[in-house]
C-alpha cells in the first residue's frame, strides 16, 4: 500500500518553511525520507522508526506519529538548496518491503 | 568514497528491441535494488539481490525483465522485447548488508530510458 504524500507540491520564498506529510493506511514500522534534485540520484535524510521519535538533519527535521501512522518533514528557513522533490518511504508491520510515495515538488524561490 | 555507477546515463529504443543496463554498487554492499521511476512517481522496486542471490523479484514483469547478478558484484538488468510503458528512470541502489530493512540506500544517477 503506497504511502500518501501531501502537499504534492509547494513553492517558497527563501527563509520560509514548509511542513511535508506522508500518511499511511496501515501500522508504521518506520518512515524513511529522501531527496532528489532534477536528474540526479535521490539522497537519503533520515530514517525513523516507531515509537514517535523526532529527527533532526540541519534545518531539516521530522517526526513520527505512530498513532496516526503519519511522519511529518520539516524544513525550517528554506534554502534554494532545499529544491527538488521528496520522497518518503514507509515499511509496515506486515509487510516488510519498502514502499514509495509519490512524491512532494518543492521550489524555493529567491 | 565511489558512489554507485550506473550506465548509460541516456538509452533511446524503439518498442520490441531490447536494452541492458548495468551497476555497480558500492565497493563491500552486499545488497543491490534495482527501480523503475516512471516521470512523477516514487521509485518502484523491480528487484533485489543479497549478494547474488534474489532476495525480492515479486514485481519484477519476468516475460521480459531479467537480471543478473554474477559474483555478487556488478549487476546487469535487461529488458527484452521493451514496451513504450517501460519508458522510465532505472535506478540501481545499494546497501552496506541489507538484513535491516531499515538501512540508508546509496543510489546511482540512473538510465533514462524511452522507447518509441
Known amino acids: 500500500q503506497q504511502p500518501v504524500q501531501s502537499p504534492q507540491a509547494v513553492i517558497l520564498r527563501e527563509g520560509e518553511d514548509a511542513v511535508i506529510n506522508c500518511s499511511s493506511s496501515k501500522a508504521l514500522y518506520s518512515v524513511h525520507w529522501y531527496r532528489q534534485k532534477h536528474g540526479e540520484a535521490p539522497v537519503f535524510l533520515m530514517i525513523l522508526l516507531k515509537g514517535g521519535e523526532q529527527k533532526g538533519h540541519d534545518k531539516i527535521s521530522a517526526s513520527f506519529n505512530e498513532k496516526k501512522q503519519q511522519s511529518s518533514l520539516y524544513l525550517t528557513a528554506s534554502q534554494l538548496s532545499y529544491s527538488g522533490t521528496y520522497f518518503c518511504?514507509?515499511?509496515?508491520?506486515?509487510?516488510?518491503?519498502?514502499?514509495w510515495g509519490a512524491g512532494t515538488k518543492l521550489i524555493i524561490k529567491p | 568514497e565511489a558512489g554507485v555507477a550506473q550506465s548509460p546515463r541516456y538509452k533511446i529504443i524503439e518498442k520490441r528491441q531490447s536494452v541492458a543496463f548495468w551497476c555497480n554498487p558500492i565497493s563491500g554492499h552486499a545488497t543491490l535494488y534495482w527501480y523503475q521511476q516512471i516521470l512523477g512517481q516514487g521509485p518502484k522496486l523491480l528487484i533485489q539481490?543479497?549478494?547474488?542471490?534474489?532476495?525480492?523479484d515479486s514485481q519484477l514483469p519476468k516475460d521480459r525483465f531479467s537480471a543478473e547478478r554474477l559474483k555478487g558484484v556488478d549487476s546487469t538488468l535487461k529488458i527484452q522485447p521493451a514496451k513504450l510503458e517501460d519508458s522510465a528512470v532505472y535506478l540501481c541502489?545499494?546497501?552496506?548488508?541489507?538484513?535491516?530493512?531499515?538501512?540508508?540506500?546509496?543510489f546511482g544517477s540512473g538510465t533514462q530510458l524511452s522507447v518509441l
Open positions: 518511504g514507509t515499511i509496515t508491520d506486515s509487510n516488510y518491503q519498502l514502499i
Open positions: 539481490f543479497q549478494n547474488n542471490g534474489v532476495v525480492d
Open positions: 541502489a545499494s546497501s552496506d548488508n541489507g538484513y535491516s530493512t531499515n538501512e540508508k540506500l546509496f
